[in-house]
């Protein structure tokens, strides 16, 4: 049977929809896609934000900000002298950095930083068109604020990733922090080369001056600093530098900061720039560091960031007086000793021109030696030597200019010496400012100052040049002090019974090896004179070396070498065998200071010290010298009476003795000290002192050999005490030590004597014919048995 469908016949219409013409397809689809990745990228990025902002680091690095500000060293008397950390930093409030300061920076790195909200939007699309044409990551567009974060919380690796977390840290920067508060931690943290931290410590270091002192130029170089501060250096890249001033200033002069006739003086204005890396109120290297190390001993942790200020002892105007004496005094001696020629040479057949940039920077490499600046000989005849100065000058040498040189410039002077094109030379400002040919001295000198009343160190010079040498002569060369040490070895004598009128002969005598310790000996006074039987106080105003052996030999070695420890002298560097009477031991300078401070003061063994306080930077104090002053019996190393007489024979020596000129040239007669000239002139000494300064000088060679024949002590080292000793005693009234009680003299002048009031024998009538003088007087020309 067939089944039977009952079918119903519906027709089905199908609903038309309009197709969209093809180039509304082209736009409107891919708009779709790209509203989708945006809709994701703001959800993922959402989700970062969820998740990142919380974990982001805390902002009390900027809310407490402490930059590491490092360890500075000052004079007593405030003026900076030292700074050590590696960091250089100088930190300024918002309110004192001048306006041009702030609209050069702005200019340069965000023109919008107070409008924007941490990121500059108009910035990040120019950067990214530019990266976009370019083919990468070329370009930033950091605000202020996002070098603020970079600066302190990341690293400067440009990737996404760093970005991400810098744009975050912007806006969490924002919302806690005030734009001058952000615009002030910018300006005294950021890197601006020559370990610069900061726009003060830059202007400082680049300009010399202060911030509130710079040029509107000046301020442009500075602002050019931060983008690249390597590449914009003006001290190593000076062309780069003036480029990216020039765009500074432009940008100023766009936003309308500088006027037409500002713009066009800030482009004709010549920077000076200081090419060193730091300039201080005086010479005191030697005296920094030993500060320094002293500090460093005291308080390791964070020494160098913590801003700490050490005050010293020193006087500002005394150490510079100290060292230009003691640079004059070894350039003295130099220029005695002849020119040795050349320093070196420079490879010149690389250089087109005497303006090639390669000179500058072959000169740059070469450290200025103080006043000492080196030069590149560019031609040189009989007449003339023309020079290239570093630091971009022609000089032209002729007449006295080029005198000292005179041997070097002939044809059989030696060829690594003689000069020609391509040797460096140094030349030297005299006494009328005109260039002169000069050379770095071979020999050292150092020279301290003390004030005997409490050991204050007043001026202390370690060396010629610091950079060149920091071996400090005065604390750490041991040397033979030779005739100085001898009023150490007459003070012994007087504890012996001897006077100052105590005659001795000044004759030869031969020494056995059993006395000297190695082998017979046979000295000799230094100008090989002898004048028979003299009293001590000319002997020793003579430094009659026999009349000191004959003494020793009297007093006893041992008794001699103990004695010398009462000044601070380390019996064990003064072996007791004769040759200690002209001074074959070993001292310091330092020590020879100590040891004549005890004469000056009257008898009291000061120990020196150089750190008066050390203050933290809240100025609150952390250490403080422990000062002992002249006068408290603790410290007595020997008799007043003793000290009296050694003041009164001390001063003879710069009256009439081996240092007379020292009286003529101060004009003064209450100034005492000893000449020092070892065996064979390797050593040059002059110790003395009046009554308010003790100082010491000495000249010699690292490595011990002859200084050259009549270089004295009087001749070397004394001119180096005469030139401090002119200013630190400006204005200082003449004065002398009153006699102390227990002495009883006599005579008059250079017969004046004194005696311990003790060893007057009292039982003896006086003889007949002994006249006036005092009544039981023991014989005077005759020393005491031992």
């Known amino acids: 049977m067939a089944t039977a469908y009952n079918h119903t016949d519906t027709q089905h219409t199908p609903t038309i929809v309009p197709s969209l013409p093809f180039a509304l397809r082209v736009v409107f689809y891919p708009l779709i896609v790209l509203l989708g990745f945006v809709a994701i990228g703001v959800a993922v990025a959402i989700i970062v934000l969820v998740l990142a902002y919380p974990n982001l680091p805390s902002l009390e690095l900027l809310t407490d900000y402490r930059p590491k500000i490092p360890l500075r060293v000052y004079t007593a008397d405030n003026h900076l002298i030292g700074e050590f950390g590696e960091e250089r930093r100088a930190v300024v409030a918002i309110g004192d950095v001048p306006n041009i300061m702030k609209q050069a920076i702005l200019s340069a790195e965000d023109d919008r930083f107070y409008t924007h909200g941490g990121i500059d939007y108009l910035g990040v699309l120019r950067a990214a068109g530019t990266n976009l044409l370019g083919g990468g990551k070329k370009q930033g567009a950091s605000t202020i604020t996002q070098q603020v974060a970079r600066n302190f919380f990341l690293t400067g690796e440009k990737t996404y990733t760093r970005k991400l977390y810098e744009a975050l840290l912007s806006f969490k920067i924002e919302k806690n922090l005030s734009k001058d508060q952000i615009f002030e931690l910018y300006i005294n943290q950021i890197f601006l080369g020559q370990r610069a931290y900061g726009f003060a410590a830059a202007s400082q270091i680049y300009f010399g001056k202060p911030l509130k002192d710079i040029s509107i130029a000046e301020a442009a170089m500075l602002a050019g600093l931060p983008k690249a501060p390597s590449a914009y250096n003006p001290v190593a890249n000076p062309k780069r530098a003036r480029l990216r001033q020039q765009y500074v200033l432009r940008r100023m002069h766009e936003l309308k900061h500088i006027t037409d006739a500002q713009h066009q003086a800030a482009l004709d204005e010549p920077l000076i720039i200081k090419r060193e890396l730091i300039e201080y109120a005086v010479h005191a290297e030697f005296a920094a560091e030993m500060a320094r190390q002293i500090a460093a001993e005291r308080f390791p942790e964070d020494v160098y960031s913590r801003g700490m200020r050490i005050y010293t002892t020193l006087i500002k105007d005394e150490q510079q007086a100290a060292y230009s004496s003691l640079r004059k005094g070894v350039m003295d001696y130099d220029r005695r000793h002849g020119y040795r020629g050349a320093e070196s040479f420079l490879d010149m057949k690389e250089i ?110 370690g060396g010629f040049d610091f950079n060149r040498n920091k071996f400090n002569h005065v604390t750490q060369a041991w040397r033979q002090p030779g005739s100085s040490f001898k009023p150490f070895i007459y003070s012994a004598s007087l504890e012996k019974g001897y006077t100052p009128n105590s005659v001795i002969a000044d004759e030869p005598i031969v020494i056995s090896a059993t006395q000297t310790g190695s082998q017979a000996w046979e000295p000799r006074n230094y100008d090989g004179k002898y004048e028979g039987p003299m009293k001590m106080r000319t002997a020793l105003a003579k430094s009659k070396n026999m009349v000191s052996i004959r003494i020793l030999q009297s007093i006893g070695t041992h008794y001699a070498q103990d004695y010398a420890g009462r000044f601070g002298f380390d019996p064990a560097k003064h072996p007791p065998y004769l040759t200690m009477a002209l001074g074959a031991g070993s001292v310091t300078p330092w020590q020879m200071v100590t040891g004549y401070a005890v004469f000056a003061n009257g008898g009291f063994k000061i ?180």
């Open 352 to 461: 087109s021109s005497d303006q090639d940039e390669a000179i500058d920077e072959a000169l740059q490499d070469i450290h200025d030696a103080g006043d000492l600046v080196p030069a590149l000989v560019l031609a040189v005849d009989a007449k003339q030597i023309k020079l290239y100065r570093k630091g971009g000058e022609f000089v032209t040498l002729s007449g006295d200019g080029m005198k000292f040189a005179a041997k070097m410039l002939d044809d059989k002077a030696p060829p690594n010496k003689r000069l020609k094109r391509g040797a460096i030379v140094r030349i030297q400002k005299d006494d009328k400012a005109n260039w002169q040919i000069s050379q770095l001295p071979e020999v050292e000198s150092a020279f301290v100052a003390v004030s005997p009343q409490d050991g204050a160190i007043r001026a202390l010079v």
């Open 607 to 786: 120990n020196p010290y150089i750190v008066r306080e050390i203050r933290n930077e809240k100025n609150g104090v952390l250490a403080h010298s422990a000062e002992v002053q002249a006068g408290d019996d603790s410290i007595r190393a020997i008799d007043p009476r003793n000290a009296f007489m050694m003041d009164s024979m001390l001063r003879d020596v710069t009256i009439y003795g081996t240092a007379a000129k020292a009286s003529v040239a101060l004009k003064r007669h209450d100034l005492a000290g000893k000449t020092g000239t070892t065996n064979e002139y390797v050593d040059a000494w002059f110790c003395g002192y009046q009554m308010t300064v003790a100082g010491c000088a000495w000249i010699g060679f690292d490595q011990p050999r002859k200084l050259g024949d009549k270089e004295t002590g009087g001749a070397a080292a004394l001119p180096i005490w005469i030139g401090y000793m002119s200013r630190a005693l400006k204005d200082v009234p003449v004065q002398t030590p009153e006699m102390p009680e227990g002495l009883v003299t006599f005579g008059e002048g250079r017969d004046r004597s004194f005696i311990y009031a003790e060893n007057i024998v009292k039982e003896r009538p006086p003889e007949e014919g002994e006249g006036s003088l005092p009544e039981a007087i023991p014989e005077l020309d005759k020393p005491p048995a031992d």
